[in-house]
């Protein structure tokens, strides 16, 4: 083996032996972590965030649900021409037989 191929083997040996430590060294400094950087305490914060936006978004989805019920019907004919007309251009070359 080469100095190359084990110098490129070497760092995938260290990253599954954590760096050296032991499982519970390793699970000691990651809950010093989660406690030092209030990681729950900011997971709290960004759940409490969404569910205070859904509030607006909500609000703002039924104002537009209101504004196109209202014009339901002219909507829904304007649709319908337009997919009509697109689907006899799309299959406007049919034997005559099929017609």
Not at 51 to 76: D, K, N, Q, Y
Request: aromatic residues 10%; glycine residues 6%; contains cysteine.
């Amino acid at each position: 083996m080469t100095e190359s191929e084990r110098g490129a083997e070497e760092p995938m040996k260290l990253l599954w032996k954590f760096g050296g430590l032991a499982p519970l060294q390793l699970a000691t400094i990651i809950i010093d972590g989660i406690a030092e950087d209030d990681l729950l305490g900011r997971a709290a914060e960004l759940a409490y965030n969404f569910l205070l936006a859904l509030c607006p978004l909500m609000i703002l989805l039924l104002s537009l649900f209101g504004l196109f019920a209202r014009h339901r019907a002219e909507l829904l004919r304007s649709f319908l021409s337009y997919v009509s007309s697109a689907t006899l251009r799309r299959f406007s070359i049919v034997p005559r037989d099929r017609r």
